[in-house]
């Protein structure tokens, strides 16, 4: 092949149509995700844009939403107990995975009903 892929640039995940407020104060209240500007033409679509690292995270307007039950993004934490304190202080649930040998991770649910995985590898 004469091609590579390199690396993700972003995930996107949908929300319905009027979202973006919600959107701001889980991604970036509550996970810290800084809020990015999307370009011009795309701003007229609805949704918000977020990123971390060298990733990005876009939430797109679908309708009729439905949000992703098993299909999901899954996050590298440090200090995944840190996390799972401030998820606690701010009253969202998440569920705990011991399956993956090697790594603890939680499951918790967007403002939307995405399904989010957070790990941390030991």
Not at 24 to 53: C, D, I, N, Y
Not at 73 to 88: D, G, Q, Y
Not at 104 to 110: A, L, N, P, T
Request: one cysteine or more.
């Amino acid at each position: 092949m004469s091609f590579t892929i390199k690396k993700i640039d972003h995930i996107q995940l949908t929300a319905p149509k009027g979202c973006e407020e919600v959107a701001r104060g889980f991604f970036s209240g509550v996970l810290g995700l800084t809020e990015v500007e999307k370009p011009a033409e795309l701003k007229k679509r609805g949704g918000v844009w977020f990123e971390f690292a060298t990733f990005q995270l876009h939430i797109g307007v679908e309708e009729p939403f439905s949000p992703a039950k098993k299909a999901h993004p899954a996050f590298i934490v440090e200090n995944i107990e840190e996390l799972k304190s401030h998820l606690r202080n701010k009253e969202i649930t998440y569920t705990e995975d011991d399956l993956l040998p090697g790594a603890s991770r939680i499951h918790v649910h967007d403002p939307f009903g995405n399904r989010l995985e957070l790990l941390e590898w030991l």
